[in-house]
C-alpha cells in the first residue's frame, strides 16, 4: 500500500509555550486505511491534526502528505492542499448556521476548484451525500442550526468527504453523541469513507470504539513530550 | 456562490445589527450632505435675488442691514430716503434705471412693495432674466395691487379679486386699511426670489393709504376716501422711500458713485454693492456653518466607530464561523477579507442611504424655504469635491474595518483547527 502521511522527527510548541506539545519521532498512515487515536486530554491530539491540517507549522521535522513536505511549504500551499486533499470534522459546532445543509456540504469546494472538479456536479455531490448519511431530503434546504446535534455530525461527515478527499481528518466527531448514534455515525462515515477510498484519522477518548478501526495509536505511547511531562 | 456570496448570507444573519449600523451611517452621511447642499443652495438663492442690481441705497445703515431688510425682508429699516434724494440720484448720467422701494405695509404676513413700474421694467434676477406677468398687467390706477407669484398661488388670489392691505409687517392685522380696497390687476410668473413673495402697489397708493396714519394709528374721520384720492392721486408725491434699487449704465461707474452716495451731504445714505454684501453676510454666517460642518463631521465619525463597535462585537460570535471556514480551506486573508468587504458595503449602503435621504429632506424643505423666504433651493447633487469626500469616507470605513480585520487573521493563524466558543 502506498504511503499517505509520514511524519517524522515532529517537534511543536504553540507560541508562548517554552515547552514542546508534541515531539515524536514518527507516524505513518498508508493511503485508504482507518486509524483511531487516543490520549487524554491535553496530550496533543488536536494539536496533531492542526499540524497535519497545515494550519500551524512544526519547528522541527518533517510532515510528507503525498511525498509533499509540508513543512517547508508557505501558508497559501498548505491552505490549498487542506482545501484539496482533507476533509474535517469536529467534535461539535461543525456547522454554519446560517447556511442550509446543501450549502455547508459544498462548503470546501468554494475555496478549492480541484476539489469541485472532482465532485463533479457540486450540488447533486452534496445531495447523494446527505442521503448517504441519512439525512431526510426535506432538511437539505434548512438551516443548520435547525438540526440536532447528531443530524450536524452527519452533514460534517458529508462535507468532509464531499469531492473525495485524500484524507479524512476526525477529532472526537462522536464525543457529543450518545451510545446508539455513535454506532451508526461510525457505521455510516466508515461506508462513505470506504466508498470515496479516503484515509481517516480519528481521534477520541473513547477506546470502546478503537475495535472498529484497522489499528489504534495511543498518543502518550508516540509522543515523548507527553512522557516527559 | 462564491466568497463574496457567503459574506452577503452572513451579513443576512446579522441584519438587525448590520441595518442599525447602515441607518447610523445614513443619518451622519445624509446630515454632512444636506448642511453642504443647504449651504451652498441657499446661497445662489440669495445671489439670485440681486444679481441684477448695481448698487441698493437706503438711509445710513450697516450694509448687511440694508440688504437683508430692502430685499429679503429680514428687519426693518431704521431711516428712510427723501424723495428729493431719490429724484437726483434718478437723473444721474451713470444712472440707467432706479426702482424706489417704500415699505411698511403687509397683507396676510406677506410684504407690499410701494414702487413704481421701472420695478417691472428693469429688475432683473437669476441669470439676468426679466419679471414676466403670469397673468393680468402691471398696476395703473391709484388702487390696483400686482402680486407675487407665491402670494397668489397661496392665498388663492386670481386677476380681479379685492383685497385689503394692513398697517405694519405683523402676521396679525391689528388695523386693516379696510377703507381701501385694492383690485389684483396683475400676477407675476415665479421667480425663484422674495419677488415671489410680495405685493406691489404704486408710491401715490402707498402714500395714500398712509394718509391719517403719521401717528401709527388711523386718526377717526382722517382718511381720505378712495374717490377722493383717485382724483387727487397727482397730488400724492411720496415724501420719502426706504430703498432704491440702481442699475448703472457701466460696471465700471459701480465704485465711484457708491463711494459718492455714502458722502453725500444732504442726508447720511449707505450705498451699498449687493453681491460683495452678501460675502459679508457669508462671513458672518461662515463661523456657524463651519461649526455645522465640524458637527456633522464628528457624527460621521460617530458612525463609523458605531460600526466598528458592531463588527467588534460579532468578532467573538463569528470566531467559529472563521474556525470552520479555516477548516474547509480558508486562508486568513480571506477571513480578514470578509470583514472588510462587509464594512465596504455597509458604508456604502450608508453613504448611498445617507444622499439619498439628504436629498429627500432638501425636497421636503424647498417648499418650505420658498414660503418663508423666498428661497428657491433647487434640487442638486453633491458637487464632485463632496463626492470626493464621501469617497474619504468609504475608505475610511474600510480603514476601520481593518482593526477587527486584524484581528480575525491573527486568531485565524493562532487558533490552530480548534472551534473554539
Ligand atoms: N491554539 C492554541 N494556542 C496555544 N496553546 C494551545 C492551543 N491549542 C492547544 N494548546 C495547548 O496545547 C496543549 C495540547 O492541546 P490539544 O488541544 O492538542 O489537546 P487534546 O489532546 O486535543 O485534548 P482534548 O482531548 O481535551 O481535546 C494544551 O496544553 C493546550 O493548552
Ligand atoms: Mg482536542
Redesign the interface.
Known amino acids: 500500500m502506498s504511503m499517505l502521511l509520514n511524519i517524522e522527527d515532529l517537534r511543536f510548541s504553540w ?1 508562548g509555550d517554552t515547552r514542546p506539545v508534541l515531539a515524536m519521532d514518527s507516524l505513518a498512515l498508508t493511503a485508504g486505511e482507518k486509524v483511531f487515536m487516543f490520549g487524554p486530554s491535553g496530550s496533543g491530539k ?2 496533531l ?2 499540524l497535519i ?1 497545515g ?2 507549522r512544526p519547528q522541527a521535522g518533517r510532515i510528507l502528505f503525498q511525498a509533499q513536505d509540508l513543512t517547508a511549504l508557505g ?2 500551499r498548505r ?2 492542499i ?3 486533499h482533507l476533509g ?1 470534522i ?10 442550509d445543509l446543501k ?1 455547508n456540504v459544498m ?2 469546494c ?3 476548484r480541484a ?1 469541485a472538479a472532482r465532485a463533479g456536479d457540486v450540488g447533486a455531490a452534496a445531495q447523494n451525500l446527505l442521503g448517504a448519511m441519512g439525512l431526510d431530503p426535506v432538511l437539505w434546504g434548512r438551516r443548520a442550526d435547525r438540526l440536532s446535534v447528531g443530524q450536524q455530525q452527519r452533514v460534517a461527515a458529508a ?1 468532509a468527504l464531499i469531492g473525495r478527499p485524500a484524507l479524512i ?1 476526525a ?1 472526537e466527531p462522536t464525543s457529543a453523541l450518545d451510545h446508539d448514534r455513535r454506532q451508526d455515525f461510525l457505521d455510516l462515515l466508515f461506508g462513505q469513507v470506504e466508498a470515496a477510498g479516503s484515509t481517516l484519522l480519528f481521534v477520541s477518548h473513547d477506546r470502546e470504539l478503537a475495535g472498529r478501526f484497522d489499528r489504534a495509536v495511543d498518543l502518550t505511547e508516540l509522543n515523548q513530550a507527553g512522557v516527559a511531562a | ?3 463574496l456570496g ?1 459574506a452577503w ?2 451579513l ?2 446579522r441584519r438587525f445589527a448590520v441595518i442599525l449600523t447602515v441607518c447610523t451611517i445614513a443619518l451622519s452621511i445624509g446630515l454632512l450632505v444636506l448642511v453642504e447642499q443647504l449651504r451652498s443652495e441657499v446661497r445662489q438663492g440669495f445671489y439670485r435675488s440681486v444679481s441684477g442690481v448695481d448698487l441698493i441705497v437706503g438711509g445710513r445703515t450697516a450694509p448687511v442691514q440694508l440688504l437683508l431688510y430692502s430685499v429679503f425682508g429680514i428687519g426693518d429699516a431704521t431711516n428712510d430716503i427723501s424723495w428729493q434724494t431719490y429724484t437726483e440720484l434718478e437723473d444721474l448720467p451713470e444712472v440707467e434705471w432706479a426702482i424706489p422701494m417704500a415699505l411698511g405695509d403687509s397683507h396676510r404676513s406677506f410684504r407690499v412693495l410701494g414702487t413704481s413700474t421701472a420695478f417691472f421694467r428693469h429688475y432683473r434676477f437669476g441669470d439676468g432674466e426679466a419679471l414676466a406677468l403670469a397673468s393680468g398687467q402691471v398696476f395703473d390706477d391709484l388702487f390696483d395691487v400686482v402680486v407675487g407669484a407665491q402670494v397668489a398661488r397661496q392665498l388663492g388670489y386670481e386677476v380681479g379679486d379685492r383685497i385689503v392691505l394692513a398697517h405694519g409687517t405683523g402676521n396679525v392685522s391689528l388695523q386693516g386699511h379696510d377703507d381701501h380696497p385694492f383690485t389684483i390687476t396683475g400676477i407675476l410668473a415665479p421667480t425663484g426670489t422674495p419677488v415671489d413673495q410680495q405685493l406691489y402697489v404704486s408710491l401715490a397708493a402707498h402714500r395714500a393709504i398712509h394718509i391719517g396714519w403719521e401717528r401709527g394709528v388711523q386718526m377717526p374721520g382722517s382718511a381720505i376716501d378712495p374717490d377722493r384720492a383717485r382724483a387727487e392721486a397727482e397730488a400724492l408725491t411720496p415724501t420719502s422711500v426706504t430703498a432704491i434699487m440702481l442699475g448703472l449704465t457701466t460696471r465700471a461707474a459701480v465704485f465711484g458713485l457708491q463711494r459718492r452716495i455714502n458722502e453725500y451731504r444732504e442726508e447720511a445714505l449707505s450705498a451699498i454693492m449687493p453681491g460683495i454684501t452678501l460675502q459679508q453676510l457669508w462671513r458672518i454666517t461662515g463661523l456657524a456653518e463651519q461649526v455645522l460642518r465640524v458637527v456633522a463631521g464628528l457624527v460621521v465619525l460617530a458612525g463609523l466607530l458605531g460600526m466598528l463597535t458592531v463588527l467588534l462585537a460579532t468578532l467573538g460570535e463569528r470566531r ?2 472563521m474556525a ?9 486573508w480571506q477571513i480578514a477579507g470578509l470583514l472588510v468587504f462587509e464594512a465596504g458595503l455597509i458604508a456604502a449602503a450608508g453613504i448611498v442611504l445617507g444622499v439619498l435621504l439628504a436629498i429627500l429632506v432638501q425636497l421636503a424643505a424647498a417648499p418650505w424655504l420658498l414660503a418663508n423666504f423666498g428661497l428657491h433651493v433647487g434640487l442638486s447633487w453633491p458637487a464632485p469635491w463632496q463626492l470626493g469626500v464621501l469617497g474619504l469616507i468609504f475608505l475610511a470605513g474600510l480603514l476601520v474595518a481593518l482593526v477587527p480585520a486584524l484581528m480575525a487573521y491573527q486568531r485565524t493563524l ?1 487558533d ?4 473554539r ?1
Open positions: 507560541p488536536s494539536t491534526l492542526a491540517g494550519l500551524v501558508g497559501a491552505d490549498r487542506r482545501a484539496e474535517v469536529f467534535q461539535q459546532f461543525n456547522l454554519l448556521p446560517w447556511l450549502a462548503l470546501p468554494r475555496f478549492s476539489r462535507r481528518l477529532d | 456562490m462564491n466568497l457567503l448570507r452572513s443576512v444573519n467559529r464561523e470552520i471556514l479555516r477548516a474547509n480551506g480558508a486562508r486568513p493562532a490552530g483547527m480548534q472551534v466558543t
